[in-house]
């Protein structure tokens, strides 16, 4: 069996055990879909939402990217989140990092690359931010896991300033964002910022930016 074969026959099981399990799943799951959750996350091929949170599908709304980045000039992220926010009504934005991500780690190597090194840029400039506050860390990947945090603390301040979420929250919607980092080592998550709700909210970033959260 080749590698596709592989995969078409692993859907082909799952698919079968879900029907077993329930056989209205995929009836309920083919009319609508009714998240509560939109998730914005690293491409990183062990940060699988669905997977990580234990959720089957119709659960959580997935948008991702390289180092999980929230951007008023991507308009793939902003079109998720729209329709996110006004058509599907999601209650919670979760943006998710990670630790040893590579995208993020690419401040500290600035690959040359034609199409990543536009795209880090952002993480770049976090990196010179809050320089002495990651050189203050003894070893490389404290201070990679830090920059992860402080990517997350970044994206949901952009998140927070986007005039989709503002305009959501003038309107008294019921929306929360929240900044996690999921842990490689051990597969547990860690909540940043917990729920983020308003405007007012968002000054917590500041400060969380300023001090270490937590040692890795
Ligand atoms: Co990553």
């Given at each position: 069996m080749n590698d596709l074969e592989d995969l078409l026959q692993r859907n082909s099981n799952w698919a079968t055990s879900r029907k077993n399990e329930d056989p209205e799943f995929f009836v309920a799951n083919a009319k609508q879909q009714k998240p509560k959750y939109c998730w914005i996350g690293c491409?990183?091929?062990?940060?699988s939402p669905s997977q990580i949170l234990d959720l089957p599908p119709g659960n959580i709304f997935v948008h991702r990217n390289i180092a999980n980045q929230v951007s008023v000039n991507d308009i793939n992220c902003l079109s998720v989140l729209e329709y996110a926010i006004y058509?599907?009504?999601?209650?919670h934005i979760i943006v998710c990092g990670h630790t040893g991500c590579g995208g993020v780690e690419s401040a500290f190597n600035k690959p040359s690359s034609e199409y990543i090194n536009p795209w880090i840029e952002n993480i770049l400039q976090i990196s010179i931010d809050y320089e002495s506050d990651l050189n203050s860390l003894s070893c490389r990947a404290e201070r990679s896991n830090r920059l992860s945090e402080l990517n997350v603390l970044t994206q949901i301040a952009n998140l927070g300033n986007l005039s989709l979420v503002k305009d959501a929250w003038t309107k008294n919607t019921d929306l929360s964002l929240h900044g996690w980092i999921y842990n490689l080592s051990d597969g547990v998550l860690h909540d940043l910022?917990?729920?983020?709700?308003?405007l007012s909210d968002l000054t917590v970033i500041r400060s969380l930016c300023a001090h270490q959260i937590r040692s890795n």
């Open positions: 491409s990183d091929s062990r940060v058509f599907l009504e999601v209650k910022t917990g729920a983020i709700s308003s």
